[in-house]
């Protein structure tokens, strides 16, 4: 409840005003203009037009974003926010802590789920490099 929160409030952050921007910056093309003068539906131009355009600038700031994500819930269970009866890397973690899993030398407790996560982002942010790359044909030759 509380990551759906949060993913709610920050999904109008600075996102938004990037998508916004190239909202408008594909509205004001010369073929939204024709296809307004032969007398296009607001509806066909968005999901025709627009929406197709922004799909490959959309789609890899998104993949991008997944390990914020993923981090934001294992912190949220590691301080004991999160759902106690789903097993997450977080409670992993938080179980370990209140074991003394690292006194009593049982080092992989938390080194598991540490590695898990940072294999994890690195795998999304790798994915999302190479999905922009794919989708935005200006950073081809880069």
């Known amino acids: 409840m509380i990551l759906g929160a949060t993913i709610l409030f920050n999904i109008f952050g600075s996102a ?3 998508y916004r921007s190239i909202f408008v910056q594909f509205r004001e093309q010369s073929y939204i203009d024709a296809a307004r003068s032969y007398g296009a539906s607001d509806w066909r131009i968005i ?3 627009l ?3 922004i799909f490959p600038v959309l789609i890899p700031q998104i993949v991008v974003l997944v390990p914020g994500y993923v981090f934001l819930e294992t912190s949220l269970a590691l301080m004991g926010l999160g759902d106690p009866s789903v097993p997450t890397w977080g ?3 938080r179980d370990a802590y209140d074991n003394n899993a690292l006194i009593q030398g049982h080092y992989y407790w938390v080194l598991e789920p540490l590695a898990l996560l940072l294999i994890t982002g690195f795998g999304f942010a790798l994915l999302g490099f ?3 790359r794919i989708l935005n044909p200006r950073l081809r030759d880069i």
Do not use: G, M, V
């Open 91 to 93: 409670k992993l973690l």
């Open 16 to 18: 938004i005003k990037n």
């Open 51 to 53: 929406i197709p355009r």
């Open 130 to 132: 190479a999905l922009d």
């Open 47 to 49: 999901f025709k037009y």
